[in-house]
């Protein structure tokens, strides 16, 4: 890039994370119908799956070991996604497609 491309343009920390900021908005804007009440209930229902999960792992750890270790590795993975639920949702997240009118 010359000297005089880079003149141009705005260059600092902050744009960035502006950035950032602005891409957050948009797929916050971009739910795809569904309602806060729905995505709080995927994610509860999603945590309390991980509780169980985390409640049952030391049981598993005595039976064997790599039982436990799935047990807090699936946990672990529904906490991230109720997190994603709630700060991401998308249809690629929810692993559904529209359906298109008339079919």
Excluded: K, W
């Excluded at 994370?17 to 569904?34: V, W």
């Excluded at 047990?71 to 692993?95: D, E, M, Y």
């Amino acid at each position: 890039m010359s000297a005089e491309q880079v003149a141009g343009r705005d260059i600092s920390a902050v744009a960035p994370t502006g950035n950032i900021a602005a891409r957050l908005r948009r797929m916050h804007g971009q739910r795809d119908g569904r309602s806060r009440a729905q995505l709080n209930s995927a994610a509860l229902f999603m945590i309390g799956a991980a509780a169980i999960h985390f409640a049952v792992t030391p049981e598993h750890l005595l039976e064997y070991p790599l039982y436990g270790v799935l047990f807090i590795c699936l946990g672990l993975a529904q906490v991230a996604l109720a997190v994603a639920i709630l700060v991401v949702p998308s249809r690629r997240l929810f692993g559904s497609r529209r359906r298109e009118r008339g079919r």
